[in-house]
């Protein structure tokens, strides 16, 4: 009995031993599975608009001395940004466009100043046009054609717009160019008709080059 006693605390001392208690100070216990991978969310791609290239020419008609004559004229544009979002083999374009009325431009005083007039552009000196591409675009070097669909703010009036685009990409520089047909008077405009009919058509040409994003 003495003798088996003897083994029984042995046994216990070295289990002891084997297996020391854990104290207060001890460092907590790290876990020494790999870390679980995050995925890293595609980087968009941002060029801003070079408003010293950039315009918006516009083509109205009116009433001359020996009929209907042509109007041309431009506007700068004042800024903002093509937004690129990777999206499988192409990407998603997003656009913001400002117009700046103040740059507005005629071949002569009278129509300018029924233009400026129409839009009132001493009280509503910008309009943007926002919108995003109606499907993915691809960026391979060939010119490529696609809808942007979005909202034009003019003349203090909101609605929605689709704009066609024919864009080609190369070295950084995305160039597109497209037009459309406006009716002045959804934009509550007041156009007076004796003198310039309220349907001009816009054409945009387009010029952003790529900013550089931080890594």
Request: some cysteine; glycine content about 8%; aromatic content about 6%.
């Amino acid at each position: 009995m003495k003798v088996a006693r003897l083994l029984i605390l042995a046994l216990a001392l070295a289990a002891c031993s084997a297996a020391p208690a854990v104290t207060p100070d001890d460092p907590p216990l790290v876990s020494r599975e790999p870390p679980t991978p995050t995925a890293t969310a595609p980087l968009k791609r941002v060029f801003a608009v070079d408003t010293e290239v950039s315009v918006m020419r516009y083509r109205a008609t009116g009433q001359g001395a020996l009929g209907v004559i042509h109007i041309p004229g431009t506007f700068k544009l004042a800024g903002q940004d093509v937004v690129l979002t990777p999206e499988g083999n192409g990407y998603w374009l997003d656009v913001a466009l400002v117009v700046d009325g103040e740059t507005a431009t005629a071949p002569n005083g009278l129509f300018l100043n029924v233009l400026r007039t129409a839009l009132e552009i001493e009280r509503y000196p910008t309009a943007v046009f926002t919108g995003r591409s109606e499907t993915p675009i691809r960026l391979d070097g060939e010119p490529v054609d696609f809808v942007v669909t979005g909202s034009l703010e003019l003349h203090g009036q909101t609605r929605p717009l689709a704009m066609p685009l024919a864009m080609t990409y190369a070295g950084g520089v995305l160039r597109a160019t497209g037009e459309v047909m406006l009716d002045l008077r959804d934009f509550e405009a007041h156009v007076p008709d004796a003198i310039m009919a309220s349907q001009i058509v816009f054409a945009a040409d387009i010029t952003s080059r790529e900013v550089a994003q931080p890594r």
